[in-house]
């Protein structure tokens, strides 16, 4: 997930919204919020 803005969204629309073609573009500029790791985890495990 990333942040536009405040919104939380997949980093794939993060990466389209930018016009980047690799991930690893996106990624780099990508703010990594552990709260909301842990909590698509939770979602994915659960």
């Given amino acids: 997930m990333g942040t536009i803005g ?8 993060v990466q389209q919204l930018l016009g980047h073609t690799k991930i690893d573009t996106t990624l780099h500029y990508a703010k990594v919020n552990q709260a909301n790791v842990k909590v698509s985890h939770h979602r994915f495990i659960c």
């Fill in 6 to 13: 405040g919104l939380l969204m997949p980093i794939e629309q």
